[in-house]
């Protein structure tokens, strides 16, 4: 990791942005983390979007506390249980 201050940074984004596949780039502002730029290789932007959104962390909060107090249900269990709704729809289509 490498930090710069901003007042130090004075390179286009674009430049310090080339570095970033090394290491992570962290700017400060009197040695205060304000920002910083990472290498995201095997991100889309729906994933950065997504793990910067509090209101969507929140949503994965809530939904681990409630897995981890009352359990939940098996993968194998909630895939039969899919195919069982996705069976009677199509009975019910004909």
Do not use: C, W
């Not at 962390?57 to 993968?75: C, N, V």
């Amino acid at each position: 990791m490498k930090t710069i201050d901003k007042s130090k940074a004075t390179e286009s984004l674009a430049k310090y942005a080339e570095h970033t596949e090394d290491f992570p780039l962290v700017i400060t502002d009197h040695g205060r983390p304000i920002a910083a730029l990472l290498p995201a290789p095997n991100a889309d932007l729906e994933t950065i979007s997504l793990s910067t959104n509090p209101p969507f962390l929140a949503l994965i909060a809530r939904s681990r506390e409630g897995h981890e107090k009352e359990g939940g249900i098996p993968g194998q269990e909630m895939r039969r249980r899919l195919r069982m709704v996705h069976n009677q729809r199509m009975d019910s289509d004909q």
